[in-house]
């Protein structure tokens, strides 16, 4: 059986890039800042085409919410290899309320209206840290999940994944059509060469709305304020081993 | 010292003056190519050298907008390419004393395993201008003439005689696809021409209507190195067109 998988691509700031926080305190500095796949959504990308490789799946669909520039994801994805792309455009201003919930109703109808049978996702974005896409998605879609993946099996229309879990590995086995979520350990995800690139430019990417795919975007989050991290406090220099004793003692450490 | 910096200047500035004015001309063309590809030989054809970019080459690096002359699609052996060449090689009778078409003939491979195979006339099309001395370099290289090559693009246009067009990876562009499409569909109603397409099953090709009309002719497993430049594919074909 040759499956279909959707593959979802978030585009944030990059790993690299030390985020600020905007002065009014309602969100992170976005414009000018360098932005990329983030990093799961890469190691989602990469099982998927490993998973064509192995003729497994025959198609894979790679999806992104956002502005324009998501398309540029799209295209990494693209040169990864998938096989063709759908932004589902989301003004600039309306992406920053877009949320997990959103995005998962977005995930489960496409995966409804291109007959996927497997949707993989990064366990989470590096920029909000939610990881709950991929269990709202499985949840709206009424799909088994199989979340924090670090091997993914396909045998007929069963999906065997080996979970990471606190403290060790679990191994599940489901029916497909699944939910599969990337942890880190799943693989290393491929690096986009020249010839790759090349043919990229000419995958397709189709371009939907929400509304197009029925699906209501507005938030029911109301973001109170975001804060930078506590600076971290200045220490104390200490001249001899008797001051540092008398240091920690009065500091009551010891 | 300011008198030799000036004798060491001169050379150099004459240097910089001709080479400009040779940017244009086949030589530099040549030039470039050779400095800029290296003879391959790891792919399907491996009796065909090839001057090809490779991750050891300069440009394999460098951003797509900093690339000279565009996209450099002569410069890779396509997978679809590769299984044509590979078919006519291998099927000299396909080719032999017959006047052929390469569409999109990229570095050359199908056109020279075309002539490698006895056929009596190849004409090389390819709407990139360096594929054409890419095609002489690698004639060159393979101990054959130069075969000729036309620059401009004869999809929709011209209909003339030929035995069999082939093509090879043509099929990665939507709106060319379709183009295509008619156009070879006219080819074969007007001249009775035989038709082989080569291509590893993009997602353009797999979904064209033009899928219902193939025949499979062969079909090969990719070379480690092609897989690299194709993720996601594994194994490339040869197909003929018969509507």
């Not at chain 1, 309306?94 to 949707?119: C, H, R, W, Y």
């Not at chain 2, 060491?8 to 050779?34: D, E, K, N, V």
């Not at chain 2, 090709?205 to 594994?234: R, V």
Request: charged share 20%; proline share 5%.
């Amino acid at each position: 059986m040759a499956l279909r998988a959707l593959v979802g691509v978030k585009r944030v700031i990059d790993y690299a890039v030390k985020v600020r926080v905007k002065p009014d305190k309602t969100g992170v500095v976005t414009d000018g800042v360098k932005h990329s796949m983030n990093p799961f959504c890469e190691i989602a990308v990469e099982e998927a085409v490993r998973l064509k490789e192995k003729k497994i799946v025959s198609e894979i669909i790679a999806v992104s919410c956002g502005p324009q520039q998501c398309q540029e994801t799209i295209r990494t994805a693209l040169a990864m290899g998938a096989d063709r792309g759908i932004h589902v455009d989301v003004s600039a201003k309306d992406s920053e309320t877009l949320g997990p919930f959103q995005v998962s109703k977005i995930l489960a109808a496409l995966a409804k209206k291109e007959n996927a049978n497997m949707v993989i996702l990064g366990k989470q974005a590096i920029d909000d840290d939610c990881n709950q896409t991929g269990q709202m998605t499985a949840a709206l879609l009424d799909w088994p999940q199989a979340t924090f993946a670090s091997e993914v099996k396909v045998e007929g229309d069963k999906l065997t994944v080996v979970r990471e879990i606190d403290g060790g590995l679990e191994t599940i086995s489901m029916n497909l059509p699944a939910v599969v979520t990337a942890d880190l350990r799943l693989n290393e995800p491929r690096y986009a060469t020249l010839p790759n690139i090349m043919k990229a430019k000419k995958k397709k990417i189709e371009s939907v709305k929400p509304a197009d795919l029925g699906v209501d975007t507005a938030s029911r989050i109301q973001i109170l304020s975001v804060e930078d991290p506590p600076q971290r406090q200045a220490g104390v220099k200490v001249e001899t081993v008797e001051d540092l004793v008398s240091k920690l003692k009065e500091s009551g450490c010891i | 010292m300011h008198a030799a910096c000036r004798t060491l200047l001169r050379p150099l500035s004459l240097h910089f003056a001709l080479s400009i004015r040779r940017q244009t001309g086949a030589t530099y063309l040549h030039s470039f190519i050779l400095q800029h590809t290296e003879v391959v030989t790891n792919h399907l054809t491996p009796e065909l050298k090839l001057l090809l970019l490779t991750p050891r080459c300069k440009y394999w690096h460098v951003r797509p907008e900093h690339w000279p002359y565009g996209d450099p699609y002569w410069a890779i052996y396509w997978p679809g390419g590769q299984a044509m060449a590979r078919y006519l090689l291998d099927n000299p009778e396909v080719v032999r004393h017959k006047q052929i078409l390469d569409l999109g003939s990229g570095c050359g491979a199908a056109a020279i395993a075309a002539k490698i195979g006895g056929a009596s006339y190849v004409l090389a099309n390819d709407i990139h201008p360096v594929a054409g001395a890419a095609l002489t370099l690698n004639c060159k290289l393979n101990g054959l003439q130069p075969l000729p090559f036309l620059s401009e693009n004869i999809i929709g246009v011209d209909t003339s005689h030929w035995d069999l067009i082939v093509l090879g990876d043509m099929f990665y562009d939507e709106q060319l696809a379709d183009g295509l499409h008619q156009w070879l569909r006219r080819c074969i109603d007007q001249h009775g021409t035989t038709v082989l397409i080569g291509d590893p099953g993009r997602g353009h090709f797999i979904d064209h209507p033009i899928q219902k009309q193939l025949w499979k002719m062969a079909e090969y497993s990719l070379p480690e190195s092609s897989k690299q430049e194709n993720y996601g594919l594994t194994c490339t074909a040869v197909w003929k067109y018969q509507p």
